[in-house]
């Protein structure tokens, strides 16, 4: 395994594998990885010849009052846990390397998929993600990304740019990989404190008692809204963002379940902000 | 030579070029050919194996009031015109193949250098231009891409957007084709009189006498700016929109001539609004 830095190192190596007929798979993080992580990579491996990872925490998907300064970072930790699975390749460039000085073209999906969900408290977020990641996706040139479909917003998101950009990657979302008591996991679970990380469960819990609801025969979102918030107001420091039902491809919100659909919700304990979601279908195909 | 209609239909035509170690070389054009066009297709020719031009009148780079409706369009002229210089490939799509219903994604550089020349009275023109620009470079994944100096901004904001945006195409701008009387060549010349077309050779004749100014040691962007708004003005129907003298790379408005530079002018001949501009540099390397 190789870890470069530049765009000029990295795109020398992606060209030789392709001229040797190589697939690419590519796996976008802000390292500080965990199991969710390595599931992408290892989903990488089995679709691709030549997996890449990216590390780099992308300053413009933060916004003024977020964490980029305290995100956690850990590059030689990232580089053996990539090992570990068998990555090919680490991209961990500088911040100058991606915005040099002067640098202003953004690519932005505008409209209700951005404004919603995630967007409506993180204005500018997915606007530095889909910038960033078409950036990456022509340095990288990719066959496949993998991305986590515990950021569901984010992959409707960068399906969307991918389709409507006519971008030639396919996007495989993969499931969402939990702790064994069942909070996904997610970098920003290490700020949690003993007596959050406990309370954070209510969301997962939360989510099984709508899934078990719909399987029941229950179809109003309004009453699934109400008791996914009830279990999760039985935590005490929970401090609701949002709680939605929606289209998993528009993210427009729905009154009635009906074939595929998302339960998305952002819960902050203390000044960590989590998501989790639940994706499923009812009724024929 | 072929003409598709569909992205589909394209990209098997490139895959196969390029798995057989072809260099694509790509043309985009609003049709309504003229000589210019034809220069940067010969020029593509040279340059690479296969030769793909785009015939595509996009609307999200008209302003609401601009002519978008009136704008000349023949397919079968453009396309007996592409084939008469040994083009490859034609794509030319209907307006809901590149954008379905829905389509909201964009690309857009921000800040001066769209907001300047063109930019300030076509507020939203250069973002339209960069949108369809990272599309069409997406679908055709060209080696080459060839653009007339006569858009000398729309030249500066797309190698500003593939620089920033890690498009692995490299940008080829070509001379500016003049008529023999000195105007320079443009599918909206069509829309002009001949009384308008007679007097729209102030705007060669104007930056001519700056070319020579300078060469006589002129140097004060502000005198420079004078006499290329007195030969102009010796037309009764023009109505100067810009006459800028700027830095060819951020297109910022220079007071003094140094190195390279760029004068550009919008002046209007009735509704037919006409761009032209000489670049060149003085002093040393």
């Excluded at 009052?65 to 580089?79: G, H, I, M, N, V």
């Amino acid at each position: 395994m190789i870890t470069v830095k530049t765009i000029k190192e990295l795109r020398s190596i992606i060209d030789l594998q392709k001229s040797n007929g190589k697939t690419i798979g590519f796996v976008p993080t802000m390292g500080f990885l965990h199991q969710g992580h390595l599931s992408l990579m290892q989903t990488s491996k089995e679709k691709s010849d030549f997996t890449v990872v990216s590390i780099f925490v992308n300053p413009t998907q933060f916004g003024p009052k977020e964490d980029l300064a305290t995100y956690p970072r850990d590059l030689e930790r990232d580089q053996a846990l990539c090992d570990s699975v068998g990555v090919d390749l680490i991209f961990a460039p500088e911040v100058s390397e991606m915005y040099p000085e002067g640098y202003s073209t953004y690519v932005d999906c505008e409209g209700n998929i951005t404004k919603q969900l995630c967007g409506a408290s993180r204005p500018s977020h997915f606007k530095g993600v889909t910038s960033v990641v078409a950036k990456l996706f022509n340095i990288v040139q990719p066959d496949f990304a993998f991305f986590g479909q515990k950021d569901a917003q984010q992959v409707a998101v960068i399906e969307k740019m991918v389709r409507e950009l006519n971008f030639s990657v396919k996007i495989i979302p993969c499931p969402i990989v939990r702790e064994e008591d069942g909070l996904a996991m997610s970098s920003r679970n290490t700020y949690l404190d003993t007596e959050q990380r406990k309370e954070a469960l209510v969301l997962n819990r939360a989510l099984k008692e709508a899934k078990k609801l719909i399987e029941n025969g229950e179809r109003e979102a309004e009453i699934l809204i109400q008791r996914l918030t009830q279990v999760i107001e039985t935590s005490k420091s929970a401090i609701i963002d949002y709680i939605q039902i929606v289209d998993v491809r528009s993210l427009e919100s729905i009154s009635k379940i009906e074939g595929e659909f998302l339960i998305a919700l952002a819960v902050k304990f203390g000044s960590t902000r989590l998501i989790d979601n639940y994706r499923g279908r009812v009724g024929g195909q």
